[in-house]
Structure formats: structure tokens, C-alpha cells
């Protein structure tokens, strides 16, 4: 265990807000057992990532700040403990690998696809950030969900708004499958008097 990966690791986690904080171990949550992840504090985080994955630990951090809109705290790929085999390529909402762009093709970029692409879980956070205290009253009005699951999404993670909002959008695009996809969405939420940097951002998602 190098002990200067650990202490970058350490002033990484400690550079975010416990808001932020509870949403990397809730992005751990399928890497990690969750009974050591809640309870965790910060340095306690940090062990059981150099336990679990030795010289990769960083590696794993760097991956999931970008999900939580920190990629100021990215660190340059090439540090040691920060390179991961095989080298990341875009992935979809449940992690498989986007397949390339074939390179028989004359065009520079891929042709637009006939339907919307489905909104990946990176996304669902990124929308999570911006949806506010008023979450409930979305997923009811708006998104059709019941007043129970809510209920539970409250209980499951009472520390952070932001992770009930991101569960709750989850729960709508388990619901709608292929048609989660942000025309979809932004239709859903259109009713809701939300913040217009949701819908800007729906809006920036449906030209990827």
C-alpha cells in the first residue's frame, strides 16, 4: 500500500462536500459492501479502497469524480495508481462498453441515431444535482411515480437530497426502459416549475 497514493487519496475525499461525499459511496455501492460504506467516514473510505483494490484505488476515485461534477479534482492519467486496464471507453446506463466508430466509415463523427439515446446513470446524477428539494413533488406530478417508493427513497438515504432525486430518476427510467431519453423527459418535467438549467441541460443531452 503506497503511502502516497494514500495520502492523495485522502486529500481528494476531503475536498469534497459531505453532500458530494455520500454520493461516491452511494457510486461504490456496487464495488463495495454496503454495510462498511455508510457507516464509513472519509479516512475509513479511503482504507477500504486500498484494501480492496490495491493500486487502483485512485484509479476508481478518479473515475466517479467527474459523476459528481468535480472534475477539478481529477488527477492526470499517468500518476501512479491512476491508469486502468483495459482503458476506459464511454459506457452505457447499466456500464457496457460503446462500441467505436467503425473505421470503414468516411465521416468524422457517427450518423445521428434514428431515436434519442437512453439517458445513462451520469446523466440521471448530473439532472439529480439541479432538481432541488421539491423532488417529491416531481416524481408525483410529473413522472407518475408512487407516493409510497418515494417514501422509501427518503428513508434509504436521508442525508442527501441529491441521492433521492438521482434514485428517483432511476426508478423512472427502470419504468420507461428504452424511452428514458431526455425528450422524454424534458416533456415529463415541462409541467414543473423547475430551475431552467434542468431543462438546458436535457436540452444539451438530446444533442449527444
Not at 138 to 148: A, F, N
Amino acid at each position: 500500500m503506497a503511502q502516497g497514493e494514500r495520502e492523495l487519496l485522502l486529500s481528494l475525499v476531503r475536498e469534497l462536500s459531505e453532500e458530494q461525499f455520500q454520493s461516491i459511496k452511494f457510486l461504490l455501492e456496487e464495488q463495495l459492501p454496503r454495510g462498511e460504506l455508510l457507516p464509513a467516514t472519509r479516512p475509513d473510505l479511503c482504507r477500504l479502497l486500498l484494501q480492496r483494490f490495491p493500486g487502483q484505488a485512485l484509479a476508481i476515485l478518479n473515475d466517479l469524480l467527474p459523476k459528481i461534477s468535480r472534475h477539478d479534482l481529477v488527477r492526470p492519467r499517468g500518476l501512479p495508481g491512476t491508469e486502468r486496464e483495459p482503458p476506459g471507453e464511454e459506457g452505457d446506463a447499466r456500464g457496457h462498453p460503446i462500441s467505436p466508430p467503425s473505421m470503414s466509415s468516411p465521416a468524422a463523427h457517427p450518423p445521428p441515431a434514428a431515436h434519442p439515446r437512453r439517458l445513462t446513470e451520469k446523466d440521471l446524477m448530473q439532472i439529480a444535482q439541479k432538481l432541488g428539494k421539491e423532488w417529491q413533488e416531481v416524481g408525483i406530478v410529473c413522472l407518475g411515480l408512487e407516493r409510497s417508493r418515494l417514501d422509501q427513497i427518503r428513508e434509504d438515504y436521508p442525508r442527501s437530497v441529491v441521492l433521492q432525486s438521482f434514485e428517483m430518476l432511476l426508478e423512472w427510467q427502470r419504468r420507461e426502459k428504452q424511452e428514458a431519453t431526455a425528450p422524454r423527459l424534458r416533456a415529463c418535467l415541462d409541467p414543473a416549475s423547475l430551475d431552467h438549467k434542468v431543462f438546458d441541460l436535457l436540452r444539451s443531452f438530446e444533442g449527444d
